[in-house]
């Protein structure tokens, strides 16, 4: 499943419930840290991005694999040192500590920042 998405506030919340709806049968833990993964990504996406965004999820037997990809061609992406009174900052700690794997690949326009649950 391909969902595609302009730079807008709501779009987080719309990628959780395409994720939630191709996820219907998977375990509730799975799920929820799915979504919280492709909130961050999502919203990273908008924030830092330039232009349009896509969400790619792809789910097989034993593993989920989600790619967000965006026009902005930065690649050298890593979870941020952030102290506990900082307002930003924590989005790929939270995936880092969620995903089995996760990582980002440049394409031809951009880069996708994707990761990998166990089902």
């Not at 375990?27 to 919203?43: C, G, H, N, R, Y």
């Not at 593993?63 to 941020?80: I, M």
Request: aromatic share 4%; charged share 20%; glycine share 8%.
């Amino acid at each position: 499943m391909t969902s595609r998405f302009a730079d807008v506030a709501s779009h987080p919340a719309h990628a959780r419930h395409l994720l939630r709806s191709t996820l219907g049968g998977a375990p509730p833990e799975v799920i929820e840290d799915a979504a919280t993964i492709v909130s961050e990504l999502v919203t990273n996406a908008i924030v830092h991005g330039s232009g349009e965004a896509s969400l790619v999820i792809e789910v097989s037997e034993r593993r989920l694999h989600v790619e967000v990809l965006d026009t902005d061609p930065t690649v050298a992406l890593a979870p941020l040192d952030v102290g506990p009174s900082a307002a930003h900052g924590r989005g790929l700690a939270i995936v880092d500590a969620l995903a089995s794997a996760w990582g980002v690949e440049p394409r031809l326009v951009g880069k996708a920042v994707w990761f990998d649950l166990d089902l």
